[in-house]
């Protein structure tokens, strides 16, 4: 079975510093990975997606990720994070057609100081 | 276009009561899945609905069920409430794109249960 290990559950960055939450996956096949972050209060928005070929993907809100194989990671990076990026970032596995759901980490939780 | 929708947002129950939760998906979207959600587990996956079938579920009890209509909408139902089912439940719509092995899921608001 697969499963993902968030290894930071807290992490605390200066506005306008450099970001990188770590992810790590087991999964014995081509995996689909994804993040997504969460507000207080929300639901999961999608920031970006892995399935296949370039393994440096662009997401949303100037986020991205690096899909390394040999490290078995997926890690997000923000070259200058703001206030608004505090939240909940989830890293998720998704496997086989997509009616297996998703598997996802325990999250890292963002603070952001001034 | 509009987002995933739950209804309702927030709810009370008391143990040992029954709750059906309600999602409407993206127009157009014909694969729902729902989510659980706690402080301690995390975000588990329940069951997926596809064209009103579940192709997957789980490991949770046999008190969680769920149903897809025609119009994709999905409701999901837990019967003989328990302290632990306490959560936020989401529900994720996702298209269904010939020749892509995982689609993307997007993701409604949830609904807080709260069980006292």
């Known amino acids: 079975a697969q499963s993902v290990t968030q290894p930071d559950i807290h992490i605390t960055v200066s506005e306008g510093a450099s970001l990188e939450l770590r992810c790590n996956y087991s999964y014995g096949a081509t995996p689909y990975l994804f993040w997504y972050v969460q507000s207080p209060g929300q639901g999961l928005q999608l920031l970006l997606k892995y399935f296949s070929g370039d393994t440096l993907v662009q997401g949303i809100k100037g986020f991205e990720a690096e899909f390394k194989r040999s490290q078995s990671s997926f890690n997000l990076r923000k070259p200058s994070v703001h206030w608004s990026d505090a939240a909940e970032y989830f890293c998720?596995?998704?496997?086989?057609?997509?009616?297996?759901?998703?598997?996802f980490g325990k999250g890292t939780h963002l603070i952001i100081q001034p | 276009k509009a987002g995933v929708t739950q209804t309702p947002r927030y709810l009370i129950k008391t143990r040992g009561q029954q709750v059906t939760l309600s999602c409407s998906p993206i127009s157009g979207h014909r694969s729902v899945s729902w989510y659980q959600q706690t402080p301690g587990q995390g975000l588990q996956f329940l069951f997926e609905y596809f064209s009103e079938t579940q192709r997957n579920k789980g490991n949770f009890p046999g008190r969680f069920s769920g149903r897809q209509f025609s119009n994709s909408r999905s409701e999901m139902n837990v019967s003989t409430l328990e302290l632990g089912d306490s959560a936020l439940y989401l529900c994720a719509s996702s298209s269904t794109v010939v020749g892509s092995v995982v689609n993307e899921q997007y993701f409604g608001p949830g609904t807080r249960l709260t069980v006292t």
């Open positions: 998720a596995v998704g496997v086989g057609g997509g009616a297996d759901g998703l598997t």
